[in-house]
Nanobody, 120 residues
Framework: QVRLVESGGGLVQPGGSLRLSCAAS????????MGWYRQAPGKQRELVAS???????DYADSVKGRFTISRVNTQNFVYLQMNNLKPEDTDVYYC??????????????WGQGTQVTVSS
């Protein structure tokens, strides 16, 4: 089985910064892509940022220019650097991975979520 563990959430004032980390472990054959999603109560989970094995990235329009996703392939880590945070960034953030556990089988895996609160 594959496990994703997030860390780095917390409370920050508007304009501040946070860095989220996610470590993937377990039966990993190959990682296709990893990313971050967020979800507010009663709302659908939405993509924040993603990065593929080749280093290609994708960002939600609302975070472009403020958030940066990066990855350490050899250590199966993905990071989300969040700068100039706004109150509307307050959500639970989930790490996601599209991961092959064998040559032929891939699945979507999720972390347990980490709370980010932006408030003065």
């Amino acid at each position: 089985q594959v496990r994703l563990v997030e860390s780095g959430g917390g409370l920050v004032q508007p304009g501040g910064s946070l860095r989220l980390s996610c470590a993937a472990s377990g039966n990993i054959f190959r990682i296709v892509a990893m990313g971050w999603y967020r979800q507010a109560p009663g709302k659908q989970r939405e993509l924040v940022a993603s990065i593929n094995a080749g280093g290609g990235t994708d960002y939600a329009d609302s975070v472009k220019g403020r958030f940066t996703i990066s990855r350490v392939n050899t250590q199966n880590f993905v990071y989300l650097q969040m700068n100039n945070l706004k109150p509307e960034d307050t959500d639970v953030y989930y790490c996601h991975g599209k991961i092959y556990s064998s040559v032929t089988r891939w699945d979507d895996f999720w972390g347990q979520g980490t709370q980010v609160t932006v408030s003065s």
